[in-house]
Every structure is written in structure tokens, then in C-alpha cells.
């Protein structure tokens, strides 16, 4: 059977590099865009407009275009979250809640992101395994964690075929950087060209995990369509490519800016989120079971931002 796609927060950092991805690859015909605010004026494709709190909109949308498989990208990231708990709570869990049960009832595969968030200070930092302690301390990690659980439950009780990836800070240069723990590892790009400077919420040694986005999107189609066979976590599966602090990043930028300074103010509240994470993530289940392995490195990742971010902003 021909597969085709709905991405509700399509355009989102995820969404808006997965949507063309799939475009590519299965054609425009068999991608639905769903946007919550907005539809950009430039996309190409096939585009509608609903919440993943209208779960009645979202179904009538999914039986027009005769969806097989729904992928649900809405979510408040995590300093968004703490500063607006009841939305986080209402997007980040009710709206997966509502996806589950549309795709119980049409017979649909779900793809949901989680997020190292789900971590929290009493998870082991190095090498944080598949199975381990799981005690966030966070809104964005705890709605996280719980859907992480709604979708191990929604494949035991009724067999949803539900996949999803621990994903770690994500860099990409189409989007603008927003309310994220890791964003500041987006926003040292463009104050770093624009004025050879940055003042960083963070500890210059706060490691965290990151990845390049298109390592991020290709591992979201592999695990979309592995077979379902290969599929054995039904909660969320470690990811990982590379891990830096911001130290690390400012200095690697300073290869193609010579004059650039980096300033460390604190920020106590993502601090804190920040030193409840992992500094690094064992990912070897995921290695095993679906033949997940990054392509992208750091050193890679901060040469592809710089040069596409200062084409943009320049």
C-alpha cells in the first residue's frame, strides 16, 4: 500500500526539513503539511491548517487525503514549557493523546519525537543508556517521558505501531533558534556574524548532546519505515551523534572568525534544565535494532551553519 504522510507541526525546526525530505522521496502528492498559526506563503505542496488539540479537524484532514501514516511534531520546547506549563502540558501530552487515538482508530503508524528531556538529574551523565533511571525534573522532560509511556501503552493495549527518537539538541540553519535549553548552540551563529560576540546563558564546560538536523530527519524516516518487526522499543529510543559545551563550539568557530569573543552571563533557569540532561548518550540499541548511524560530525556540523547562516544573514 502507497504511503502517505501527515506532519502536523509542519513547520517547525523538525517539520520544516522533514516535510521536503518525504516530498522527495515519496512524492508531494502523499505529504500533508499541517501548520498551527501559519502556512508560509512560499511552500510547495499540499497544505491545510489545524491544531493537534482539534483532534476532529486533524481526522476529517486525514480521511481527505487518505493518510497511512501520521507524524506529530507539535511541541512546546522546554524553556518554553517551564514558562507556560499548562500549554506544554495541553500541546506537548493531550495533543499526542489525540494522535494516538486517531491513529487507534484509523489504523495509521505514528511517529512522535521525544527528547533527552526525559532524562533527569538522577540519570547516569556519560554514556546515558537505553534503560536507566528516568526522573525529569522538567515540564518539557516530564510531558515527554509520560508520552513516552502513552505510546508503549497505545501498542500493548490496541497494537498502535507507534515509533519514536530521544532526540538531543538539534542545529539547523532555516530556522530562527527559539525557547530551547540547546538553542544557544544556534544563536552563537548569528551574533557571532553579525558582531563577533555572544553572551552565553550557559557554563563554557556544560556538555550536552547535539546533532546536525539532516542526521535528525534521516533518522526519523529510517525508523518510519523499518519494518515493523525491527521495531522493538515502544517507548523511545536513544539517539546520538556528538556532544560539545560551549566553549567547544566557540572555539571551532573561531576558525572562520577569527575576532570572535564569547561572554558567559548565566542564566540560573537553563542552567539548571542544562545540568539535568546527559552530557553524552549511548545509542546503541538503536544501532542494533534499525541500523541507525549518524553522518554528520561536529566539526562538519559548525562548517555547514556557519556557511549557510551567514549567507542568510549577510
Not at 517521558?145 to 530521544?166: I, M, N, P
Not at 515502544?234 to 571551532?252: C, G, H, Q, V, W
Not at 573561531?254 to 561572554?263: H, M, Q, R, V
Request: glycine share 6%.
Amino acid at each position: 500500500m502507497k504511503q502517505k504522510f501527515i506532519v502536523i507541526g509542519a513547520f517547525g525546526q523538525i517539520g520544516s526539513e522533514l516535510v521536503p525530505t518525504l516530498q522527495k522521496y515519496f512524492g508531494k502528492e502523499n505529504v500533508v503539511a499541517l501548520g498551527h498559526s501559519f502556512i508560509p506563503q512560499d511552500f510547495d505542496g499540499i497544505a491545510e491548517k489545524a491544531s493537534v488539540l482539534e483532534p476532529k479537524k486533524i481526522a476529517t484532514i486525514i480521511d481527505k487525503y487518505k493518510i497511512t501514516t501520521l507524524i506529530n511534531f507539535a511541541s512546546f520546547l522546554s524553556v518554553k514549557s517551564e514558562n507556560d506549563p499548562e500549554g506544554a502540558f495541553q500541546t506537548n501530552l493531550l495533543g499526542l493523546k489525540n494522535t494516538l487515538d486517531i491513529a487507534k482508530e484509523k489504523n495509521l503508524k505514528v511517529f512522535w519525537p521525544s527528547s533527552i528531556a526525559v532524562f533527569g538529574p538522577t540519570t547516569p551523565k556519560e554514556a546515558t543508556p537505553q534503560d536507566t533511571i528516568i526522573e525529569p525534573t522538567t515540564m518539557y522532560g516530564l510531558t515527554k517521558r509520560a508520552g513516552e509511556l502513552l505510546c508503549q501503552y497505545y501498542f500493548f493495549k490496541w497494537g498502535v505501531d507507534v515509533r519514536s527518537l530521544r532526540y538531543p539538541g538539534l542545529l539547523d540553519y532555516k530556522t530562527p533558534p527559539s525557547a530551547g535549553t540547546t538553542e544557544y548552540a544556534k544563536y552563537i551563529f548569528y551574533e557571532g556574524i553579525k558582531n563577533n560576540f555572544y553572551q552565553c546563558p550557559l557554563k563554557e564546560d556544560t556538555m550536552l548532546p547535539m546533532m546536525y538536523m539532516e542526521d535528525a530527519v534521516e533518522a526519523a524516516i529510517k525508523i518510519i519505515t523499518t519494518e515493523k518487526e525491527k521495531i522493538k522499543i515502544r517507548t523511545s529510543y536513544n539517539l546520538a551523534s556528538f556532544s560539545f559545551s560551549p566553549k567547544m563550539i566557540a572555539d571551532e568557530l573561531k576558525k572562520y572568525l577569527p575576532n570572535f569573543k564569547i561572554a558567559y552571563k548565566i542564566d540560573p533557569q537553563i542552567q539548571k534544565i542544562a545540568d539535568s540532561w546527559p552530557k553524552s548518550i549511548d545509542d546503541s540499541k538503536a544501532r542494533k535494532d534499525w541500523g541507525w548511524k549518524p553522518k554528520f560530525s561536529f566539526e562538519e556540523t559548525v562548517e555547514i551553519m556557519f556557511k549557510n547562516i551567514k549567507q542568510k544573514i549577510t
